[in-house]
């Protein structure tokens, strides 16, 4: 993961894009985000490594990022949402590379320079999508 970006998540009505080099240091204002930004990649590796199934674990074995309505930007009852930015250094499992050369989606001569996730959350009980 090279960037990512929180919408309505916290403090952020929309962060810019987050980018993560070897040495990232955060600084602001008590309660501007910081501890937020922070321990969201954490949030997203407890959601993949333990093979959740829900689009983001907000409480699990590394950090308790809070529930649902803590983590909505004021309260408001509208969805949450995060983007994941990849540079060239994901590399892609070679079963999924095989099928996407298949649909010509990745192409070796021209790898991707960049590969954005977006995931939208509604509050549960609500559609997701």
Not at 39 to 55: D, G, M, S, Y
């Amino acid at each position: 993961m090279q960037k990512f970006v929180l919408d309505h998540i916290r403090s952020f009505k929309q962060s810019k894009e987050i980018e993560l080099k070897p040495i990232t240091v955060f600084v602001g204002k008590n309660s501007s985000g910081k501890s937020s930004l922070i321990r969201f990649p954490a949030v997203l590796a407890q959601t993949f490594k333990e093979n959740a199934h829900t689009p983001l674990l907000l409480f699990g074995n590394f950090i308790d990022y809070g529930n649902y309505d803590d983590v909505i930007y004021r309260h408001e009852s509208s969805s949450i949402a995060f983007r994941i930015i990849f540079g060239p250094e994901a590399i892609m499992p070679r079963r999924i590379r095989r099928q996407a050369e298949y649909f010509r989606f990745f192409n070796p001569e021209h790898p991707f320079s960049r590969v954005e996730l977006h995931v939208e959350i509604d509050k549960p009980g609500k559609n997701c999508r």
